[in-house]
């Protein structure tokens, strides 16, 4: 069962128990309020017949025991001639009976005008109760009201008054239906109408669906819900799944471009491992060719191989480094002493070229959250790029602004121009001084990938002409 025909099913069940409960109080409501009024009528015209009957009647006679049957009742004309008799209603029914429920005094003074009175009835009235009573008489539902005549604390007459039910229950029968029929097509009114709100209402939820089932066929994160509705539950959920969608993109989009790295770098790293490999074994077959080279031409083969076996073995201390950093290797985040592992790592860098000044203007009582062996790794690549790409002085400065400690690592050399400064840090990326300058193209890919691992973050700014500047920054130990 979905969801759409268990909320319509909800909806019109609550319906239908709030129509019948109120129906049923209704013509609760109704039933009383008619028989309080019909009661309310016969005690007002029981008493003015009382009053009538006190002024006019006396008491009759005893019956004699030996009289095997009743006296005759009297016409009303005859029974008495206040005008209460004389101005009966005709939807009325009155008649006067003696103590012992005898038939006195009818309109036509017939025995057969007779109310029914039960024998709890006619106890009630002879110790002074009034009695209500509702019978068929000549196939007519009435109600009959009967009230004594206490005259000196003894029941002299009864009243009876009595008003047909006819109308009054064919009015309630009607009520009854009229709330039947109106409920039952209310309810049908409500289903209907509560199908087509559930549908537009889970309209949004159903587009869900759909977009949903076609990102998941066709692999589309573009797509998004439309949903212009109000902000309740429903939109709530189409904005969460929009976001959703939005990460799901962003994700796709990083493994898609980590997966186009992975096969850039495998390709890259293949180039860069071919051409060694190429020489060495060219080298090997001048060695093994026969008759064998001139010592002389032997003593260039054989250092050319060991000047490739070099750069072979740089190549793969570089890739293994940086699969490392790949890998999320840990690393120590403790409180670091910044100008000792400077001044170590300036004094190392200065052994590659005498004849350059690296100037490090740096305080000791900075400290920073990293790893020392990394942090110095950095360090080193970034004075071997500086002193690859600067014919002049290279400067290293430390400062701290606000929670983080910036390292500045500048030199004066020709700068990278603005299309290039953004592929610095992919790697085997070298730019235009590929033949000129000796690396892979790696140095920049291990900095930025250990510094991330300390928490770090790495920067380039660069201007044509005057050199650029790379930026660290990490967390400041106070």
Do not use: C
């Not at 690396?439 to 991330?452: E, M, N, R, S, V």
Request: no cysteine.
């Amino acid at each position: 069962m979905s969801i759409r025909l268990r909320l319509t099913l909800l909806y019109s069940t609550i319906l239908a128990l709030t129509l019948i409960i109120f129906g049923l109080a209704l013509y609760s409501i109704q039933v009383q309020d008619t028989l309080n009024a019909l009661e309310r009528d016969l005690v007002l015209s029981s008493e003015k017949l009382v009053e009538a009957a006190l002024r006019t009647a006396s008491a009759p006679p005893p019956q004699d025991i030996t009289q095997l049957e009743p006296p005759r009742p009297k016409p009303f004309d005859e029974f008495s001639s206040e005008q209460a008799f004389r101005d009966l209603r005709e939807r009325e029914i009155v008649r006067i009976m003696d103590a012992e429920g005898n038939l006195i005094a009818s309109p036509f003074g017939r025995a057969e005008d007779a109310l029914p009175l039960s024998d709890e009835g006619l106890i009630a009235l002879q110790n002074g109760q009034d009695w209500w009573q509702d019978d068929i008489i000549s196939e007519e539902h009435m109600l009959v009201y009967s009230r004594p005549i206490v005259q000196n604390g003894d029941t002299t007459f009864i009243v009876q008054v009595a008003r047909s039910l006819t109308e009054r229950d064919r009015t309630l029968n009607s009520l009854g239906a009229t709330l039947g029929v109106a409920g039952l097509v209310t309810i049908l009114i409500a289903f209907g109408a509560g199908w087509a709100l559930s549908g537009l209402t889970l309209q949004p939820i159903h587009r869900i669906t759909q977009t949903a089932q076609a990102i998941g066929d066709e692999r589309d994160f573009t797509r998004r819900v439309a949903y212009t509705g109000p902000q309740d539950e429903v939109g709530r959920l189409a904005n969460t799944f929009n976001q959703m969608l939005v990460r799901l993109q962003d994700a796709y989009q990083k493994v898609e471009h980590s997966l186009e790295t992975q096969r850039n770098f495998v390709a890259d790293v293949s180039h860069e491992l071919r051409t060694p490999l190429t020489t060495l074994r060219g080298n090997l077959a001048l060695l093994r060719r026969n008759p064998p080279s001139p010592p002389e031409e032997q003593a260039d083969i054989l250092a050319d191989m060991v000047d490739e076996s070099d750069r072979l073995i740089r190549l793969v201390n570089d890739l293994l480094l940086l699969a490392r950093a790949d890998a999320g290797r840990n690393l120590a985040k403790e409180p670091l002493a910044v100008l000792p592992v400077l001044e170590e790592t300036v004094r190392q860098a200065r052994q590659l070229d005498t004849n350059r000044q690296i100037n490090l203007d740096a305080s000791s009582d900075i400290y920073i959250l990293g790893d020392r062996d990394a942090f110095k790794q950095v360090i080193l690549i970034l004075l071997d790029n500086a002193l690859k790409h600067s014919d002049d002085d290279i400067n290293v400065k430390v400062e701290r602004n606000g929670e983080q400690v910036e390292v500045r690592v500048q030199d004066l050399g020709p700068g990278i121009s603005p299309d290039k400064l953004e592929h610095v840090f992919d790697r085997f990326y070298r730019g235009d001084d590929t033949n000129t300058i000796p690396g892979f193209g790696l140095g920049l890919p291990i900095a930025k990938a250990l510094t991330d691992g300390m928490g770090g973050k790495i920067a380039i700014e660069s201007q044509l002409g005057k050199g650029s500047i790379v930026i660290l920054r990490f967390t400041t130990v106070k």
